[in-house]
């Protein structure tokens, strides 16, 4: 217990570090009844205090060097809420070394650094704890190093990005194109400015590479994590999965196979049937199958100010009480503690896969696209092709393409693309074909 | 830490024990690396060894008399899966007198007796944890007391008894009769032979005890809580639901109003639209509604011997690590240090409904019904009924009966009852009116 050194010093006051001190000041009361604990925020530590002021808190918290938080000896807790991996990584470091436990909602800092910060924080016989850097309110990391502690894990699916989720959501609702979707996201407050991190998958990206650590005991490369955003991502394919039967989601799967893990971050089409079919708007949820629970799933929003803050509290409130360090110190699951993943490529992974190939109306070609599949021992499952409605009639001098759409049994991603790329180069083909893995419902083993 | 005091006596080998055994046993090895803990199974205590037997569990486990595993003073921990409320009780007694920590799955017990036996935990210094006593492998126990404790919990809705949820999806998906489907539950090995304890809504009705009491740290009495279960549930509503955009569920709803809390069990028609009506066939999900997190939802296998094992030996682990005493001594949310709940009757409720009046086919008879509702204040929002189309000619000499179907706005329950007490009572009704509650999305407050 830390007894009289319980302070807690807030380092950055942002969207989460503002509605987190928000909590915890003007929650005391109720905080202190659910956790047992007087909750004590001494410190706001930010270059710029114009947020902190907004919100009305009060000056003599405010504190623009990190120093003199960490010099007092009242402080036991900093709650790091910069973002990003240079100075957020810096702070952490620092507050390590001096002796304080740190809580993070940083998904970046812990995806690159988590194993050696960890290593850092046993050193000095404190603790890190990161509830909020994975789909924000859901406790979802404690699933994993407590709830699910008796399970084996064999596979995480996450729909761990908001801004992906709702975009996703107005092209199959509304039929919007992904420009449109992306510009509806920007003014519903719901994608930043520039949303690169978001849409290219590379957040998805961070919070796998922390859960499938913590699932399969293992250390993840984060460089070696195969990423695909829904940047790229045609309408006419979102289409076709409802015609289908599918929903697109942008999943990030973390899945142990006899070969090794395979981690990815890919635009996926997944079974109306499976229940995160149904996660829409700016929610997540992460599916994750043990050997013994079988299937749960863990819902709710997954970024915002409040929903993070939340998960930041519960960690801050563990750590005063000294309860997390009994995870910290006795579970197995810390990536400090283990060894290397053996991680696959995405050309070592099998699946299911959906292809359209724009091909010009020429006789044969699809003769000629079965048997190029058929040589690199892909079984085809459907084929879908339509009759042209006289559209494109403008531009009469041009071969008339139509799309050829195509569901393969599962195959070797290797022996598609090498599919592909030949079906590519023939004369009758019009342009880069587009693939898709198609997931499906993970079974149950039930020990 | 528990050190030299870590072994453990199970007491009930029936399916839960039995998976549980079978777990501490066989995944000894995942266990120890996962927990950083030696599980060790010291004791299976049954009055009949044929299931361990069966089971293949070593002879030299197999203890007839409780006593020996209590007087053992390498026994740290007694895990109570007899079920029921009265030998189970002596047995959980008995164990936290000898100073047993002690680990249950029973529902009943705690609904009845939580307060009483965590207060005599607390007076042998040992603790009471009971993740497996609702919702099976779900780990949503953990979530009131560690992952959402930052927040003020405002409601919980839960589908938490998957017999009833199988027979439910079968009436909507199959349109089979309530008698069909329950004859496909017993078939399937998903309902008792006798189905009572399940389909009155007995057993949600404790797991909503036990969760309402941590939601909102206040003292449930179990038989203050109004319980309707799915026996009396007649295919035409659940057909008529569907036409009105709705699916039938048992929902066990704990919701924190102004003038109390409000428990109650009842078959509910909920929008297509909340993520409760995806949870179709033995599923399970708890959504709780938290002033920071907003909606979370919590879904899974709730029963069978594996899941529930899984969160049986969830509670083991944070048990033998100390972990769990810090949860059980630290947080306020138990019930033996709380007062009692200020729980509202079903008269007091306030909702929406849904009401089915069967009447002769004779004029003004609307116009009747009309005017009761609107003298009790209660405000109708849309009406269905339809022609004959010829039915029951048979029965010529009988009048003609058809359905009325009638839908309120938030209306009181007081009011409901008297308004349908009058117009059951017209000459024009030929049997008792069919009343369904409808559950609104719970907004979210999100701080």
């Known amino acids: 217990m830390l007894s009289r050194k319980n302070k807690i010093a807030l380092v950055g006051c942002g969207t989460v570090g503002g509605a987190t001190a928000n909590l915890l000041l003007k929650d005391r009361e109720l905080l202190a009844a659910r956790t ?31 120093q003199v938080a960490l010099d007092d000896p009242e402080v036991g807790i900093v709650v790091e809420l910069v973002g990003g991996t240079t100075v957020a990584k810096e702070i952490t470091e620092r507050a390590l070394e ?27 016989k404190v603790t890190v704890s990161f509830e909020a850097s ?27 990005n908001g801004t992906c989720n709702y975009i996703l959501t107005e092209m199959v609702h509304r039929g919007a194109t992904y420009a449109d979707a992306l510009k509806a996201a920007q003014r519903n407050g719901l994608a930043e400015a520039d949303p690169t991190l978001d849409v290219s998958g590379l957040d998805s990206a961070h919070k796998i590479a922390i859960m499938a650590a913590l699932a399969f005991q293992r250390r993840i490369d984060f460089d070696a994590i195969p990423v695909q955003g829904i940047d790229t991502l045609h309408l006419q394919d979102v289409m076709y999965a409802d015609r289908l039967g599918y929903v697109v989601k942008l999943l990030a799967i973390a ?28 929610f997540n949820a992460v599916s994750i199958y043990g050997h013994a629970t079988g299937h749960t799933m863990y819902y709710g929003r997954g970024a915002g100010g409040m929903p993070t803050a939340s998960a930041v509290v519960s960690d801050i409130a563990g750590t005063a009480a000294g309860i997390y360090s009994g995870f910290f ?22 699946s299911r896969y959906y292809v359209r190939i724009m091909v010009s109306d020429s006789p044969g070609t699809l003769a000629q696209i079965s048997s190029i599949f058929g040589n690199h021992r892909i079984s085809i499952a ?66």
Chains 1, 2 share one sequence.
């Open 36 to 66: 047992g604990q007087s909750l004590d925020l001494a410190y706001i530590v930010d270059q710029d205090y114009s947020h902190a002021k907004e919100l009305g808190f009060p000056a003599s918290l405010f504190e623009r060097d990190l």
């Open 98 to 124: 001096a002796g304080k436990h740190v809580v993070t909602a940083n998904k970046a800092l812990l995806a690159h650094h988590g194993a050696d910060l960890i290593e850092t924080a046993r050193a000095n």
């Open 134 to 160: 994975c789909a924000g309110g859901i406790p979802v990391i404690r699933a994993l190093y407590d709830g699910l502690v008796a399970n084996r894990i064999e596979a995480l699916y996450g729909i761990v």
């Open 255 to 282: 899945h142990q196979e006899e070969a090794g893990i395979s981690i990815r971050v890919r635009p996926s089409f997944i079974s109306r049937e499976h229940p995160l079919a149904w996660v829409s708007g700016p």
């Open 329 to 350: 110190e006795n579970r197995g699951v810390w990536p400090d503690q283990v060894g290397d993943a053996h991680q696959l490529s995405n050309r070592q992974i099998t």
């Open 382 to 447: 459907s084929v879908l092709q339509e009759e042209l409605t006289g559209a494109d009639e403008s531009h009469g001098e041009e071969r008339q393409v139509v799309p050829v759409v195509i569901t393969v049994h599962e195959s070797k991603e290797a022996n598609m693309l090498a599919a592909l790329d030949e079906i590519d180069s023939l004369d009758a083909v019009a342009a880069k074909s587009v693939m898709i893995n198609i997931v499906d419902e993970h079974p149950e083993s039930l020990g």
